[in-house]
């Protein structure tokens, strides 16, 4: 063990096995459980060879997405001998699968979190039966296909039509233009051989909007493409390496009726079509998605805090007055930039937990989301839109400052933090575009403002809470975020009401025109939201030590961003003074002192294994160098004492010159 990092652990004062507990509660609902799936992960890692024994980052493209393929498979039978369902919440949690994978995601990750739940979700019973007794026997790999080239965010704009043909009870699906080409959608390349398929449906010439189609896409014999299918891999891209990414093109492609999922609207033999449901349940779909979403996110953020700041303590640079080293965790700078990155994925930690625990209970009290109320959707589609899109804009952010701050080795590939980087670019854009998905939020808010009643999610723990001396100390920061979250909310709706009553603009030219004020509000929004069910989980931890430390840590993340994020709204619409703001600076400073003692037992308590990080700089052991240097000689271009580039571009090359001055 590395005497610097050992130092770390022995100076703090956080109990490390009680904070793991406590975080494993959180993520799991129980210690118990927790201790289960962590036996059950020692298990799997045990039998399955992690892929950071695989030399993984050294590897090309076609390498890695064989080995995610096979160990996908793996993990899937490990799952079952263990009688453990693939699709349960508890083990979608990167700290288990990534115990094997890393930070890379299972391969059918969309055949469980988009395929079957849109199934059973949007299937009537008899269709579930039927789609669930195709799955138990057969080898089925589902995706689920909706963007096409013209048109990701804009759904009702999408081109891909199933018209509906009465005589022989099927509809016929096609792409009729370039644009209406599906892709992007993953696994659909060359891995799935099913998919859900959003199209447009067509009864006699007329819309009736986007519907979602069970499609086959290859056949279970020989994977060849079902007929007028033809489907690739879009090509490489920012990351995901090991995954397909497809496009698809349908060309009069047949399918019977019952492949329309019709627990909302259905088509009769006949051709008439029925609303039966509310379509409100194909947004409670996305909700789940969402949820889950933001764990992972947050796992992605908690993975490279881990390796920055265990790096920070290890790396030594630069001289002190003493001709010491030090640690390059001691300069202020380096304590500024991770503990903000750990800092914000403690409280997004607890926020997404809430937030995925809130939603799952919703679904089991509502019949799967069938009695939800309107308006419960709208708040819950609201803080889930938020949080997914504050969640990877915080993840890609503190990635690359955590990359930043582990300088020159972070950018090599054995840091491990290059594909949480690209995985947390890719979440900004799929599943909604953070932007769009921000206005989504502020939309909602501002209607609630125009109505006069509270967006604000209503907890079971509020009225507890606020008597507890935690709530009392963090009382006047609240009052920070509700008065600009009052004011800046009035601001906007003015703005509005004078652009289009005063200035006669449309309300859409209205809106456009506020669109990055109605951002800020979205931010805000989830803001609140993530210091209500932060506040609520540190006021649990029983531990007087651990508590204190993750006051302190919180504390840091909500200075951080009244001094930052919020600085300017809050300055400019007088919610504190200058000298106030002057004394929040010096808080946070003496903050930053108070945190570099706990640090690295703060980012141990996540309980990961190296072979969760892949990562040379985060390694529990901190013998980073041996580790670097390992994977220095293990790359590719290692293989042969003379590289084939000599062989055969230089050497000929040379002779041919010789040649030539000999002539
Ligand atoms: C890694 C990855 C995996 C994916 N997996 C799948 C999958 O499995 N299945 C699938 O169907 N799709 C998938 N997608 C596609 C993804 O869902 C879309 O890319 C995403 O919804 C964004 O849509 P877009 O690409 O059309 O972006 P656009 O909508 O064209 O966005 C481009 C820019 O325009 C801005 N913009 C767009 N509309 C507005 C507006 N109304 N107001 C303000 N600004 C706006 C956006 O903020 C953005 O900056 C994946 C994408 C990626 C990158």
Request: include cysteine; hydrophobic fraction near 40%; proline fraction near 2%.
């Amino acid at each position: 063990m590395n005497a610097d990092i050992l130092k770390e652990r022995n100076n703090s004062t956080v109990n490390l096995d009680h904070m793991k507990n406590f975080l494993g509660r959180i993520l799991y609902g129980s210690e118990e459980r927790f201790h289960e799936l962590m036996n059950l992960r020692d298990r799997m890692v045990s039998k399955i060879r992690p892929i950071s024994d695989e030399n993984f980052y050294n590897l090309d493209r076609d390498e890695k997405y064989e080995i995610i393929y096979r160990k996908s498979l793996e993990i899937f039978d490990f799952l079952k001998e263990n009688n453990i369902s693939p699709d349960s919440p508890d083990i979608n949690k990167l700290g288990i699968i990534g115990a094997v994978l890393g930070p890379e995601k299972i391969l059918f990750t969309l055949h469980t979190a988009a395929f079957k739940v849109s199934i059973d979700l949007w299937g009537t019973e008899e269709q579930v039966k039927h789609w669930h007794s195709i799955m138990n026997s057969n080898y089925v790999v589902g995706t689920y296909i909706q963007t096409e080239i013209g048109h990701g965010t804009f759904v009702r704009g999408l081109e891909t039509t199933a018209t509906y043909n009465k005589k022989t009870q099927e509809f016929i699906l096609n792409c009729p233009t370039l644009t209406s080409i599906k892709f992007w959608p993953g696994t659909a390349g060359i891995t799935a051989n099913f998919a859900i398929v959003m199209a447009k449906l067509i009864i006699d010439d007329k819309d009736y909007g986007v519907q979602a189609f069970v499609v086959q896409l290859r056949n279970l014999q020989d994977h060849k493409h079902m007929p007028g299918v033809e489907t690739g891999d879009i090509g490489k891209k920012g990351g995901f390496e090991s995954h397909d990414n497809g496009y698809v093109k349908f060309t009069n492609v047949r399918i019977p009726l019952l492949n329309m999922l019709a627990k909302n609207a259905c088509v009769h033999p006949d051709g008439r079509f029925e609303k039966t449901g509310s379509e409100l349940i194909m947004y409670a779909c996305m909700l789940l998605l969402r949820a889950g979403l933001c764990s992972f996110g947050n796992c992605l953020l908690s993975l490279s805090i881990t390796i920055a700041v265990r790096y920070s303590a290890v790396r030594r640079q630069t001289s002190n007055l003493e001709g010491i080293e030090p640690q390059i965790i001691e300069y202020q700078t380096q304590q500024y930039r991770i503990f903000q990155s750990l800092s914000t994925t403690y409280a997004y930690f607890f926020a997404s937990n809430y937030l995925v625990k809130h939603i799952i209970n919703v679904k089991n009290i509502t019949n799967n989301f069938a009695l939800i109320k309107p308006a419960d959707l709208g708040k819950l589609h609201a803080i889930s839109a938020g949080l997914k899109a504050q969640t990877f804009n915080s993840c890609l952010r503190f990635a690359q400052i955590n990359r930043l701050c582990c300088g020159g080795h972070g950018y090599s590939a054995a840091s491990g933090l290059i594909p949480i980087i690209q995985e947390a670019d890719a979440g900004c854009t799929y599943e909604g575009d953070n932007v769009v998905l921000l206005l989504q939020t502020a939309r909602y808010l501002l209607k609630c403002a125009q109505k006069g009643i509270s967006p604000h999610l209503e907890f079971s723990f509020q009225s507890e809470l606020k008597k507890s001396s935690l709530y009392k100390f963090f009382q006047a920061y609240f009052d920070i975020y509700h008065t600009l979250y009052d004011q800046l909310i009035s601001e906007i709706s003015g703005r509005m009401f004078s652009l289009v009553n005063e200035t006669g603009l449309t309300e859409y030219q209205a809106w456009n025109e506020c669109t990055v004020q109605l951002v800020q509000i979205a931010k805000l929004y989830v803001s609140i939201f993530i210091i209500w069910c932060s506040l609520s989980d540190i006021n649990s931890n029983v531990d007087k030590n651990n508590q204190e430390a993750l006051t302190e840590l919180f504390e840091l993340f909500v200075l951080y961003e009244i001094t930052e994020d919020y600085s300017t709204n809050i300055m400019r619409l007088s919610v504190v003074d200058a000298d106030q703001m002057k004394n929040f600076s010096e808080r946070l400073y003496l903050l930053l002192k108070k945190v570099r003692q706990n640090a690295v037992v703060l980012v141990d308590s996540f309980n990961y294994l190296d072979s969760n990080l892949c990562s040379a700089l985060g390694a529990h052991d901190g013998n980073v160098y041996e580790k670097l240097f390992d994977f220095a000689r293990n790359s590719k271009f290692n293989q042969k004492e003379v590289h084939d580039g000599y062989t055969n571009i230089l050497k000929p090359y040379f002779h041919r010159k010789k040649l030539r001055s000999h002539l």
